[in-house]
């Protein structure tokens, strides 16, 4: 029995918190937020010289040959710092959807750009319907063209790679990757420190990935998020605890009364569960556990719900100077409530859950 | 990552199931088995159930050999515990303390002729114990116990009143934490005596609580002489003891109780498609639908969660900080789904009884639920802890020793 990541990967952990710390405090986060389009290329490029990117793929396509769990504690470090960079999208998501559900010929073609981080790709699922269920997805692909308007696309302005949910003719949703031809429109993000935008196809040519099917892609491009959550989170307490024992009324620090004491125990408590419930969906996926699908729908409700409280929380316990722009607390908030709306929100994942255990 | 099984923890785990499988009590979990209900029939089934376990080796496997156990690995244990819960065998009751909290503390303070006379007893089934810790001023703060043990000699003198003591008025032994220096700081003048219960000037009088059962008592120790042999390791050192006793109340059941509560879960999805609502089954019900499924992942956390903390004292003897909110997190967790399940059957919620749905188990279910929040270090105290030891915040009111108090 062995719950737990290997010394390498927490070795890999601690070096990437050093490494963000220096090279992504807020104030670089901040060079960014006031540009819908903004991102760090220069923290993208450095990322890649550590050989990031292509730690989950395998060696054939210019990868490092690790698994998807060497990411996990990864992606924790980069939601911490909200490093301004598309790494879920492009390497944890779209990249393993290509893994997974892509032919050998179509890994070897589009891999190799996205474990090196000169190209960044992306997914594109959700429509106007605002489901991440088959039955959400209108988008259609017919004679080797791709039809429809994808919404909430993470990193779509910066993206040059469209991985794309989509039906060809009465067969479920699939997956469609578009190299060209997408009509990119940035829009304002709610989470400051990474794009958004709306993407439509007016009959793009676009290739069938291999396998059909939305998963196993689409559970592990959610796992992946929630791990990224729970890193944003972790930052959120850390914040939380080290002000509450410096910030002094009444004559000593708010942190020694039990109303902001319990709070912040509260606060962990949600941390921890649902930390608990982000590695265990993503040992799951990476495994292809039999409970996988479970353990995604329970990890994101979970996550979602917890982690957002969590938010709110580290807020209240800072008082006024957290509902300032210059205090840095409203990015990390902003980009967990980005993140419990996205990829299926609490509402949407335990109706999955309800069916998935028989209700 | 690798949540495999050894081949040996497999075979173990096929021995306790199909142990299990043959000796439950005939026509156990069918609708027309009696199950006890009342103190004194729960008390003859666990003496006949247990006293079965004890004959077949399975009470205190985790205790050494050389004591009697089956010196089961902390896996072992584990999966003992997950394998009675999944056949939903009756929970240890009446030796619980004997075997859990007693055994063990004498065997880490007792002096070696102590532990030949206490050890056997208890894993034979011939002695039962109860556990003489809280008070009515020292519930929380457990060191403010008040219960006075003076010492004349050859023997003490003991006075005062103990509460929420289970099986005392069945009890042959009682581990009794009290006084026995009143001019030291609270949590070093303390002690632990092993009480004979037949000792003259012992009086347990049940307790009866919100269920309308009486599990617990009150007892009251009137001059009560105890001859100093009864004495625990050193005089004074009581509290400390007492934290080896609580560090046995919780860990290798953990995923034993995940399950428990799963089965607890399935009966409550069972009543929900039963149960029919503005004209569809409460588990199509949308505003139910949501909750049920909450429930449910909430549940599955707690598993996860159990893992982690499995994983952390395999690999470094300790629990990592998931293990110090596990408590909080279940006891939650446990409420939320007992208030969900009175709440399935709408008007149905004010019945109890027979006439009830479930025959009244949700109800009972509902009352029972708040001993996890308050037993065993109250959610308060819990937080207490948890934003003190682990997030390192300032102590504000002081409510118990720093270095001394109850582990999570």
């Given amino acids: ?359 | 990552m690798d949540l495999s099984q050894s081949p040996s923890e497999q075979a173990f785990r096929a021995e306790v199931r199909e142990w299990v499988s043959k000796n439950l009590p005939d026509g156990w979990g069918t609708p027309a088995f009696k199950e006890p209900r009342s103190f004194e029939e729960r008390v003859a089934f666990s003496k006949e159930w247990e006293a079965k376990l004890a004959k077949d080796g399975w009470v205190g496997i985790h205790w050494p050999k050389e004591y009697g156990g089956r010196g089961a690995t902390y896996m072992e244990q584990i999966i003992f515990h997950e394998e009675m819960a999944r056949a939903r065998a009756p929970q240890l009751f009446i030796n619980f303390v004997g075997t859990n909290l007693a055994g063990p503390t004498i065997m880490a303070h007792g002096t070696e002729e102590q532990k030949q006379r206490y050890l056997p007893p208890i894993l034979s089934m011939e002695e039962v114990w109860c556990q003489g810790f809280s008070e009515p001023n020292a519930g929380s703060d457990l060191a403010n116990v008040q219960t006075r043990a003076e010492d004349r000699g050859d023997h003490f003198v003991v006075n005062g009143q103990k509460i929420w003591t289970s099986f005392a008025h069945v009890a042959d032994w009682c581990l009794l934490l009290c006084r026995t220096d009143t001019t030291v700081a609270k949590h070093k003048g303390l002690s632990y005596l092993l009480v004979d219960m037949k000792l003259p000037g012992i009086d347990p009088r049940p307790l009866k609580q919100v269920t309308g059962d009486a599990e617990f008592n009150e007892v009251f120790f009137t001059d009560c002489v105890v001859p100093k042999e009864y004495l625990l390791g050193e005089m004074n050192m009581g509290w400390t003891y007492a934290n080896t006793t609580l560090s046995h109340e919780r860990g290798p059941a953990f995923l034993g109780h995940q399950i428990r509560f799963r089965n607890v879960l399935r009966d409550l999805f069972e009543a929900a498609r039963s149960t029919v609502r503005d004209g569809v089954p409460v588990s199509e019900h949308p505003a139910f639908r949501q909750k049920l499924a909450g429930a449910y992942a909430e549940l599955e956390i707690m598993r996860y969660i159990g893992l982690r903390n499995i994983t952390s004292i395999l690999k470094h003897g300790r629990p990592g900080t998931e293990g110090s909110v596990a408590k909080l997190y279940w006891s939650h967790m446990v409420r939320r789904m007992q208030e969900l399940a009175l709440s399935v059957g709408g008007p149905a919620g004010a019945l109890d009884g027979e006439d009830a749905m479930g025959r009244g188990q949700w109800q009972r279910g509902y009352l029972m639920s708040f001993a996890q929040t308050i037993a065993a270090g109250s959610s308060e105290i819990q937080k207490n802890i948890i934003s003190e030891r682990v997030l390192g915040m300032p102590r504000g009111e002081t409510w118990a020793p720093r270095e001394k108090a109850a582990k999570p």
Avoid: N
């Fill in chain 1, 1 to 359: 029995m062995d719950f737990d990541f290997s010394p390498e990967q927490y070795t890999l952990r601690d070096e990437a918190r050093r490494f963000l710390e220096a090279q992504c405090p807020t104030t670089h986060v901040r060079e960014f937020i006031d540009d819908p389009t903004g991102w760090s290329s220069a923290l993208w490029k450095q990322m890649a010289d550590l050989g990031w990117m292509g730690l989950p793929f395998p060696e054939d396509v210019g990868g490092l040959g690790q698994s998807f769990l060497d990411l996990v504690l990864l992606l924790g470090e980069l939601g911490r710092a909200v490093a301004p960079v598309p790494f879920l999208s492009s390497v944890a998501q779209a990249g393993q959807v290509v893994l997974r559900h892509g032919s050998d010929e179509q890994r070897k073609r589009w891999l190799p750009g996205i474990a090196s981080g000169e190209r960044i790709a992306t997914l594109a699922v959700a429509e106007a319907a605002g489901s991440y269920d088959d039955d959400g997805i209108a988008c259609r692909f017919e004679g080797g063209r791709l039809t429809g308007e994808k919404r909430y696309v993470l990193d779509a302005p910066i993206a040059d790679l469209f991985v794309v949910a989509a039906r060809d003719g009465d067969d479920g949703a699939r997956w469609f990757v578009v190299e060209d031809g997408a009509d990119v429109k940035a829009q304002k993000s709610y989470d400051l420190t990474r794009p958004i935008g709306l993407v439509t196809f007016d009959g793009v040519p676009a290739s069938p990935l291999e396998a059909a099917g939305l998963d196993p892609g689409l559970r592990i491009a959610t796992a992946a998020l929630t791990a990224e959550m729970v890193g944003t989170a972790s930052k959120i307490l850390d914040l939380s605890v080290s002000y509450a024992k410096e910030r002094e009324q009444f004559g000593r620090p708010i942190g020694s009364f039990q109303a902001i004491k319990h709070k912040c125990a509260e606060m962990l408590t949600d941390l921890e569960s649902s930390r608990s419930a982000a590695f265990y969906a993503c040992w799951a996926v990476a495994t292809d556990a039999e409970d996988a699908p479970l353990a995604v729908a329970v990890a994101k409700s979970y996550c979602s719900d917890a982690l957002a409280r969590l938010g709110g929380e580290g807020v209240q316990v800072h008082g006024g100077i957290a509902f300032t722009w210059e205090h840095d607390m409203h990015l990390f908030l902003k980009r967990i409530k980005t993140a419990e709306a996205l990829f299926g929100d609490a509402a949407e994942h335990r109706e999955r859950i309800a069916q998935l255990a028989g209700l």
